[in-house]
Structure formats: structure tokens, C-alpha cells
């Protein structure tokens, strides 16, 4: 009698012993992109299957900064289909779990004071202008998940004077989690020479012709900073008083003229070669023009990189 009563008190202790507890939480926050049922479950049992069951992967979290209800009969469902068919599991606890993924902000203003910033560290735009940013086309802030943030501004136009567009990306602990375009179209207030009274085309530009003037000079593709530059220059057509001066308005001499004698240079890596030659074609600065090689009577083709140097490839 004895001995059946033992059998019948271990039969009875052993389901529970053996299997393990299941207790969901009302409500958890998270930080990662997967969901395991450790984060929304407490469990109890042999710690070694526990500690398997903690690190079982449900399903991806929700984006940062969002939440989604998940009912227990569901989350029950997912485990017994992720578990081996001889674990007994027990299922207890709040019948329904929301989950909450953590999320950090990147606001409008934010960006708008990045790109700001990298602009302030371009040697492209004037060192006296001023700039600023007439409008955002991002309106709400980005949620991106929480980390170490980093960003890059990358305008789409390098000459920034006549961009409109910037390119943002976004890594938090060193992986790229954004990559937007974002319309940004700048005011940029810099002194520009202008006409100093009306000009026609063919005149010879002096001093008396032209003055600085502060202008927003984002609409420009290439406007004259420095009136020295052009002093002498022939202006290509007419402008009218308190225009601004653009760079293709003005006729420069080449810097090498056809016939003249020069010196072509060859590199590669250390290594440098030069020889004489004579220029078939007027050339500009980083004009392509044909140079007859003085030694070997061949032609090449070459850049003009300098006043009477010109770089060929070999």
C-alpha cells in the first residue's frame, strides 16, 4: 500500500517538474530587430531548456518607435511551433502582449543644422557668404533605432552654389539604417561682382565697369567673386547695370595657343617623363588638345594643366 502511494505521488510530481512555465508579460519595451520569447516571457523550469527557450527568435520587432498587440493564444502558437513535439509547456500569464520598440529622433531642425554645418566646412562657397536654407521638404522627424548615431550630408551638385538637393544617410552602430534625398534650396548671400552701369558685348572690362555688390547668388551657376580676375577680360554680351557677372559671359585668352611650344608631360605612379612639343589647337584649363610630339613627330592627346604644360597618359 505503501509502495503505490510513492508511485502515485511521483506520477504526480513528474509532468510539472518536467515542463516548463510560460508567463507573458502586459507589456515590453525592446531595442533590436527580432523579438525572443525571453523578451516577453518569463520562464521557469530546467534551466538549460529555459535558457534555449529565453533566446527562441518569434518574429522581427516592430519599426522604432512603434508598438503592435500580440494575443497569448498567438505567442502560444509560435512557441509550440518552434518547440520539439515532446516539450511540455505551460502557458500563463497576461493574454495579451504589446510590444514596444525603443527609437531614437532625428528632427527637421537637426538636419537642417547638419547641412548647415557641412556646408560651414566647404572651400567651395565664398569665406565671407552667409547661408541658409529657404525650406525642408521633411517635415517629421525620423525614428531610427537606438545607438550610436552618425550621419553624412552629401549635396547633389558639388559646386553647392545652385544646389537644391542633399542626400542624408544614416548609420547608428555602423549600419546603414537611412539614405534620403531631401529638398533643401539655399539662400546664399556673398558680395558678387555686378555691372557698375549698362555694358555691351565686345567691351574690354576695367575697373570703372564693375562693383561688389551682396546678392543671393544660389540661382547662379558660376558668378565672378573676384573683379581682378576679369579685369582686361572681353565681355561676350551685353548686361545691364547691377547685373551679376557670370563666368561663360566673359571671353578668356586660351592658356595655350595653337602653335606655341610646350612641354608634355607623362606620369605614372613615380615615375615622370616630359618632352617638347608643339600645340595643334588653342586650349583652355583642362581642355583636351592635340600636341605634336617634337622628338617623334606624333601627335598626342593631352590636357592642359598649366600655361604651356600639357599631361598625356601612357
Not at 511551433?81 to 527637421?108: H, N, W, Y
Not at 537642417?112 to 556646408?119: F, G, H, K, N, V
Not at 595655350?256 to 617623363?273: D, F, P, Y
Not at 600636341?291 to 600655361?307: D, F, I, M, T, Y
Request: aromatic share 4%; hydrophobic share 45%; glycine share 6%.
Amino acid at each position: 500500500m505503501i509502495f503505490l502511494r510513492v508511485i502515485l505521488l511521483l506520477a504526480a510530481l513528474a509532468s510539472p517538474a518536467l515542463a516548463l512555465e510560460i508567463r507573458f508579460r502586459d507589456q515590453v519595451q525592446v531595442a533590436g530587430k527580432e523579438i525572443t520569447l525571453g523578451d516577453v516571457a518569463r520562464i521557469t523550469g530546467k534551466d538549460d531548456a529555459a535558457r534555449s527557450f529565453e533566446q527562441m527568435q518569434l518574429f522581427e520587432a516592430p519599426k522604432p518607435g512603434d508598438s503592435r498587440n500580440y494575443s497569448a493564444a498567438e505567442l502560444a502558437r509560435i512557441v509550440q511551433r518552434k518547440a520539439r513535439s515532446d516539450e511540455q509547456l505551460l502557458f500563463s500569464g497576461a493574454k495579451m502582449v504589446r510590444i514596444e520598440r525603443a527609437g531614437q529622433q532625428l528632427t527637421p531642425a537637426q538636419i537642417e543644422a547638419l547641412i548647415l554645418q557641412s556646408l560651414s566646412r566647404s572651400d567651395v562657397l565664398p569665406s565671407n557668404s552667409r547661408v541658409s536654407i529657404r525650406s525642408l521638404s521633411l517635415s517629421r522627424p525620423l525614428v531610427l533605432p537606438v545607438g550610436v548615431m552618425e550621419t553624412d550630408i552629401l549635396p547633389s551638385d558639388p559646386r553647392i552654389i545652385g544646389n537644391t538637393r542633399f542626400s542624408l544617410l544614416v548609420r547608428v552602430d555602423g549600419e546603414l539604417v537611412e539614405n534620403l534625398s531631401i529638398r533643401a534650396p539655399l539662400e546664399i548671400l556673398a558680395p558678387v561682382v555686378v555691372a557698375a552701369r549698362d555694358l555691351q558685348r565686345g567691351a574690354v572690362l576695367s575697373k570703372q565697369d564693375l562693383e561688389y555688390r551682396e546678392q543671393d547668388i544660389s540661382s547662379l551657376r558660376n558668378p565672378v567673386l573676384d573683379l581682378e580676375l576679369v579685369e582686361g577680360k572681353v565681355l561676350k554680351r551685353t548686361l545691364r547695370s547691377g547685373a551679376p557677372l557670370e563666368m561663360p559671359q566673359i571671353e578668356f585668352p586660351p592658356l595655350i595657343a595653337r602653335g606655341e611650344i610646350v612641354t608634355i608631360r607623362a606620369k605614372r605612379g613615380a615615375l615622370e617623363i616630359t618632352a617638347q612639343g608643339e600645340a595643334r589647337q588653342d586650349g583652355m584649363l583642362g581642355d583636351q588638345i592635340r600636341v605634336r610630339n617634337l622628338s617623334s613627330k606624333k601627335e598626342v592627346l593631352g590636357v592642359v594643366v598649366a600655361p604651356g604644360l600639357v599631361e598625356v597618359e601612357f
